[in-house]
C-alpha cells in the first residue's frame, strides 16, 4: 500500500494556473503509474491524466489536452499536475492515485478500478 498526499490547490482567477503535488510514501514509487482524478459537486470521479512509471509516457482526458501537463520525480517520490488556462469548469476535488498494479513501460491505466491508492483530494475553485 501506499500513502498519498496532494497540495497545490486553491483558489484562482479564471485563465490562471495551479501546479498540483502529490508526495508518496510507503511503497517503491517508481515502479508505478499514476494518475490525477477530479470530482465535482454532484458528479462521478473522472479521470484527468496519467504518467508511466518512467515518466516518459502520459495520457490525457480530452477536458486537459494542451492545457493540463503530468510529471513525475521518482527521486522525490512526487508527481505534479500543471493546470494552466483554467475555467470555472475545472473546479473540483483532484485526487491524486497510484496504479494497482506494476505495469510495461509506456503503460498510462486510465480507468478508476486500476487505481489501488487514492490521496484525501486537494480543491480547485476557479473564479469567474
Known amino acids: 500500500q501506499v500513502q498519498l498526499v496532494e497540495s497545490g490547490g486553491g483558489l484562482v482567477q479564471a485563465g490562471g494556473s495551479l501546479r498540483l503535488s502529490c508526495a508518496a510514501s510507503?511503497?517503491?514509487?517508481?515502479?508505478?503509474?499514476m494518475g490525477w482524478f477530479r470530482q465535482a459537486p454532484g458528479k462521478e470521479r473522472e479521470f484527468v491524466a496519467a504518467?508511466?512509471?518512467?515518466?516518459?509516457?502520459?495520457y490525457y482526458a480530452d477536458s486537459g489536452k494542451g492545457r493540463f501537463t503530468i510529471s513525475r520525480d521518482n527521486a522525490k517520490n512526487t508527481v505534479y499536475l500543471q493546470m494552466n488556462s483554467l475555467t470555472p469548469e475545472h473546479t473540483a476535488v483532484y485526487y491524486c492515485?497510484?496504479?494497482?498494479?506494476?505495469?510495461?513501460?509506456?503503460?498510462?491505466?486510465?480507468?478508476?478500478?486500476?487505481?489501488?491508492?487514492w490521496g484525501q483530494g486537494t480543491q480547485v475553485t476557479v473564479s469567474s
Open positions: 510507503g511503497r517503491t514509487f517508481s515502479s508505478y503509474a
Open positions: 504518467i508511466d512509471w518512467s515518466g516518459g509516457s502520459t
Open positions: 492515485a497510484a496504479d494497482r498494479l506494476s505495469r510495461r513501460l509506456g503503460a498510462t491505466p486510465q480507468v478508476l478500478a486500476d487505481f489501488g491508492s
